[in-house]
C-alpha cells in the first residue's frame, strides 16, 4: 500500500486574512520583515500553505519564490496542518543503534503516512527528530511530549490506539 501524503484543503477565513494583511501592513517597506511576518502567519493559520505564502509575498513586495525558500529552510515553519496529536521519533545516534529507524517505519506503516507529514484524518503529525534527550530509554518516540521508550516495533500499533 503507497503511503499517503496529505492533501488536506486550505480552508482560510476572512478574519484570518484581514488579521495577517494589518501585519504585514506595519512590517512592509522594513528590512527583516519576511521572519516576522512568516512567524505571524503561522500563529493565525497554524502553518504556511501556498496560499498564506501568496499572500505574504504580494503584501511585502518580495517573490514568491523568496518566501517559499524562507519557509522550507527553516525548521519552525510547518507547509502542511499538523496533526490533533504529534508523535516524534527520535533518530538521534543512540536511538538509531537501538533500531529507532525500525519504529519510524512501523509508525509510516501503521498511520499510513510518510515522516513530516500528517495523516489524512488529521489526527496524526508523524516527525523524525535528532536527539530528545532520553538516551538511556533508547529507541525513544514521544506523542504530545509523553516519553515513549525502549521501544521495539510490536509496541507501535498499541500506543497509537491510546491517542485515537
Not at 528590512?31 to 511585502?60: F, N, S
Not at 525558500?69 to 496529536?85: C, K
Amino acid at each position: 500500500m503507497a503511503k499517503q501524503i496529505t492533501a488536506i484543503p486550505f480552508k482560510g477565513t476572512p478574519e484570518q486574512e484581514k488579521e495577517l494583511k494589518e501585519f504585514i501592513a506595519t512590517w512592509k517597506g522594513k528590512d527583516g520583515a519576511t521572519m516576522p511576518v512568516l512567524q505571524k502567519a503561522q500563529d493565525i493559520y497554524g502553518y504556511l500553505p501556498i496560499e498564506v505564502q501568496k499572500m505574504v509575498a504580494d503584501g511585502l513586495g518580495r517573490s514568491l519564490e523568496e518566501i517559499y525558500g524562507v519557509s522550507t529552510f527553516y525548521s519552525m515553519f510547518n507547509l502542511e496542518p499538523r496533526g490533533e496529536h504529534l508523535i516524534r521519533v527520535c533518530l538521534g545516534t543512540a536511538c538509531y543503534v537501538k533500531g529507532s529507524q525500525n519504529i519510524l517505519d512501523e509508525l509510516s506503516r501503521v498511520l499510513n503516512v510518510e515522516p513530516g507529514h500528517t495523516t489524512a484524518d488529521g489526527k496524526f503529525t508523524l516527525e523524525a527528530t535528532r536527539c530528545l534527550g532520553c538516551c538511556g530509554l533508547a529507541p525513544v518516540m514521544t506523542v504530545d511530549g509523553e516519553v515513549y521508550g525502549r521501544l521495539v516495533p510490536a509496541d507501535v500499533r498499541d500506543i497509537v490506539k491510546k491517542y485515537q
